[in-house]
């Protein structure tokens, strides 16, 4: 098995970002915004936040012929991401995201699925052996549960470690949650998947003990600027995050998850490969967009010197 080897199994999109000094209010129209068109989609982040990290990555989706699903292969390309199992549809539409970002780097977003939710388990099926060649296996909620659970399945009967990031909230089945080492929730998803309301390291605490108990090896609740709670075996912990001027917060999770996988993939320690994690993720804050924030390696390495 290749150590380095990451599989993301997931979502692409287009983003079609609109930065004002607030979000609108429903029913409400505000001028003078500035407009972004970048690539996008959880799962298509991710893998461009696991390669920029220093990860041999490979991307399993389903995105549309048409004109985005032309530039999203692209985009994959340029960052080396294999992209055999990123299947076209001659049906759907590629995914397409409307993103409004405040002032202060908040967001408020709105998918329109397409293809993503056309990813069936026969595509994940098509790509058993690329999945059982994987060290670590990337998933998160923007395609069908159904093919969610089936590569969880494959990935952790061949041995990798499956990170889920519960994105965007639902509820899940303990039988998903069983197959899956290390869980990444935010506050917000911690909230929906155990009903504790998560505002304080104490009662991120008490989700991710609440998570562990239902068959989760490794529960990381992500803080935000805080940093992220790791709750393993060998107990809870709360790992620090970097100070950071936000300008979008905009696929900071996924970007973290992508950073992640990679430091675990070289065996990082849990505690370690967080911090790694969260010097990613900070470092895409101070920057516009998803996958453009997306930093390198070496990037990462010098946040992590100097702080």
């Known amino acids: 098995m290749n150590r380095r080897r990451i599989v993301v199994v997931g979502s692409s999109n287009t983003d079609m970002t609109i930065r004002l000094d607030r979000i609108p209010k429903p029913g409400e129209t505000l001028l003078g915004g500035e407009f972004l068109m970048a690539a996008g989609g959880k799962g298509a982040n991710q893998a461009v936040g696991a390669a920029r990290s220093g990860g041999r990555v490979s991307l399993v989706a389903r995105i549309g012929a048409d ?35 405040g002032e202060h780097g908040e967001n408020s977003i709105a998918v329109a699925s397409g293809a993503n939710a056309r990813l069936s388990s026969a595509d994940v099926a098509r790509a058993g052996r690329l999945i059982a060649s994987a060290s ?18 494959l990935g952790r009967r061949s041995g990798a470690r499956v990170i889920l990031n519960p994105a965007p909230a639902r509820q899940l089945p303990d ?17 929906m998947l155990t009903g504790i309301n998560v505002r304080s390291d104490a009662s991120a605490a008490r ?5 562990r108990a239902r068959g989760v090896q490794t529960v990381i609740v992500t803080l935000g600027a805080r940093g992220a709670l790791l709750a393993d075996t060998e107990g809870t912990c709360v790992v620090p995050g970097f100070n950071v001027q936000a300008v979008d917060t905009t696929g900071a999770g996924d970007i ?52």
């Open 67 to 101: 004109i985005f699903g032309d530039q999203a292969l692209a985009g994959l390309r340029r960052d080396r991401i294999d992209v055999a199992h990123v299947y076209r549809d001659l049906t759907a539409t590629s995914g397409v995201a409307l993103i409004f970002v």
């Open 136 to 153: 670590v296996l990337l998933l998160q909620l923007e395609v069908p549960l159904a093919s969610v659970r089936a590569a969880a399945l």
């Open 175 to 191: 039988g998903l949650l069983q197959q899956v080492s290390v869980l990444t929730p935010n506050e917000t998803e911690a909230a």
């Open 207 to 211: 989700a991710a003990g609440k998570l």
């Open 256 to 307: 973290f998850n992508g950073a992640l996988a990679v430091a675990l993939g070289e065996a990082q320690p849990l505690p370690q490969a967080v911090r790694f994690a969260n010097a990613a993720a900070a470092l895409s804050v101070t920057r516009r967009g998803a996958q453009l924030s997306a930093p390198t390696r070496p990037q990462i390495e010098r946040l992590l010197r100097h702080s």
